[in-house]
T-cell receptor, first 114, second 113 residues
Framework: GAGVSQSPSNKVTEKGKDVELRCDPI?????LYWYRQSLGQGLEFLIY????????KSGLPSDRFSAERTGGSVSTLTIQRTQQEDSAVYLC????????????FGQGTRLTVV | GENVEQHPSTLSVQEGDSAVIKCTYS??????FPWYKQELGKGPQLIID?????GEKKDQRIAVTLNKTAKHFSLHITETQPEDSAVYFC????????????FGRGTSLIVHP
């Protein structure tokens, strides 16, 4: 398939451990977004990558959260020293990046911190 | 930043009825107005969108109307079916700089057979 792929689909981790979530965007899409969705809630913006520009990190909730995008393609969201309040579904999306247009979402990674 | 509100938060209808969800936004510069549908266990998926130079757009049973003066746009679903049951999000975008969609809190639509 040519859609956005996220891995793992589910992750259970112990409080205090670090986790890495991966996103493979649609080939050729220059824009990539990470959102967080808590149970029954809307989508909370985390970080945005556009081509070679500096990422917009304005949505990251604390310095325990970071993300990188290598070679303009795959992105990794890292959460250090996880807390129970980090439990949520983490969604990645990509778009062609040519102005305001549709965002294509992956199926998400459900993170549970115990 | 953009403030986005959706109403209602929950909508329960009988199969065959119509459903309307309203999205109010704050940034008058916004010019792209999409609606996404999220089914259980999946990521949101675009179902219809409209740009600021158009007042209404229709695609089979769904339509979107835009009132730029009042800064709101609405999703209309006619002849609802059980498979329309999902959470619906609006996510307006303003031009320039980062084209980051700001999502509303979502509307849970339940269609009873």
């Amino acid at each position: 398939g040519a859609g956005v792929s996220q891995s793992p689909s589910n992750k259970v981790t112990e409080k205090g451990k670090d986790v890495e979530l991966r996103c493979d965007p649609i080939s050729g899409h220059t824009a990539l977004y990470w959102y967080r969705q808590s149970l029954g809630q809307g989508l909370e913006f985390l970080i945005y990558f556009q081509g070679n520009s500096a990422p917009d990190k304005s949505g990251l909730p604390s310095d325990r959260f970071s993300a990188e995008r290598t070679g303009g393609s795959v992105s990794t969201l890292t959460i250090q020293r996880t807390q129970q309040e980090d439990s949520a579904v983490y969604l990645c999306a990509s778009s062609p990046g040519q102005g305001a247009t549709e965002a294509f979402f992956g199926q998400g990674t459900r993170l549970t911190v115990v | 930043g953009e403030n986005v509100e959706q109403h209602p938060s929950t909508l329960s209808v009988q199969e065959g009825d119509s459903a309307v969800i309203k999205c109010t936004y704050s940034d008058s510069a916004s010019n792209y107005f999409p609606w996404y549908k999220q089914e259980l266990g999946k990521g949101p998926q675009l179902i219809i969108d409209i740009r600021s130079n158009v007042g209404e757009k229709k695609d089979q049973r769904i339509a979107v109307t835009l009132n730029k003066t009042a800064k709101h746009f609405s999703l209309h679903i006619t002849e609802t079916q059980p498979e329309d049951s999902a959470v619906y999000f609006c996510a307006p975008i303003r031009p320039g700089g980062s084209y980051i969609p700001t999502f509303g809190r979502g509307t849970s639509l339940i269609v009873h057979p």
